[in-house]
């Protein structure tokens, strides 16, 4: 009897010791966002899309080439989808952000009410409905940015008024050293934003476009952006 107890109490330890290891391999938060990671090793790169994001590979591509043209910046708008959601249907954020897009309601309301949505029909938890509007809030954002330079600046005034607000960007750009990219990005926090919230703004256009883009260069042309 004493020696299956034993037994039992060795099994429970090794347990306790792997899952306490896994912890400790986990980088800080995680946790925090929304997993799973929505990449595994084995693609080009070292990155394959995974099952979520390759499921709505077609639609996204669909809705790319219906708002933005043969030449739409697909796996920016891709990697976009996996910073905001992992391409998850049922993300919803600490602050209520929701779906693939993560919208705030009031933005879906918004949104809804500029393209004459019913309620039934504003669905952000709807994956289609989701990267139907993240696509198009991009462009929209971007028809509004033309005085943003080049395109891959313009893309990346995009990619900041996405996460933090068209009105921000362009209060900054007035009072910028300089319209190129680095003069604006510079402002940030001069205008009506909070300083404390720049570099979450800063760093956005940056992970898309840097670190998250060339995981999904199979998708589509790569938009190029300098380095600063």
Same mark, same amino acid.
């Given at each position: ?35 799973? $990671?929505?990449?595994?090793? +084995?693609?080009? #790169?070292?990155?394959?899309?995974? %099952? &979520?994001?390759? @499921? /709505?590979?077609?639609? =996204? ?29 049922? $993300?919803?954020?600490?602050? +209520?952000?929701? #779906?693939?897009?993560?919208?705030? %309601? &009031?933005?879906? @309301? /918004?949104?809804?009410? =500029? ?114």
């Amino acid at each position: 009897m004493r020696r299956a107890v034993l037994a039992v109490l060795g099994v429970v330890l090794l347990i306790a010791v792997a899952l306490a290891a896994l912890l400790v391999m986990l980088p800080a938060g995680a946790a925090e966002k929304f997993p799973p $990671a929505p990449f595994a090793k +084995g693609g080009r #790169g070292g990155f394959a899309p995974s %099952p &979520a994001a390759t @499921r /709505w590979r077609a639609e =996204l591509t669909r809705q790319a080439h219906a708002q933005w043209g043969l030449d739409a910046p697909v796996p920016a708008l891709a990697a976009q989808v996996h910073q905001e959601s992992g391409w998850r249907a049922d $993300a919803v954020s600490r602050v +209520g952000a929701q #779906g693939m897009a993560q919208f705030m %309601p &009031a933005t879906a @309301r /918004w949104w809804c009410d =500029l393209h004459r949505l019913s309620a039934t029909d504003c669905r952000p938890a709807n994956p289609r409905w989701a990267l139907r509007a993240l696509v198009g809030y991009d462009r929209w954002l971007w028809d509004r940015l033309a005085a943003a330079g080049n395109p891959s600046d313009r893309l990346w005034a995009t990619l900041r008024s996405y996460n933090g607000g068209l009105g921000h960007w362009q209060a900054e750009s007035r009072l910028a050293a300089g319209p190129l990219r680095t003069h604006i990005d510079a402002a940030c926090g001069r205008a009506r934003r909070a300083p404390g919230h720049c570099p979450e703004n800063l760093g956005y256009p940056r992970r898309i476009l840097f670190d998250l883009q060339p995981r999904y260069s199979t998708w589509g042309a790569v938009w190029s952006v300098p380095a600063e």
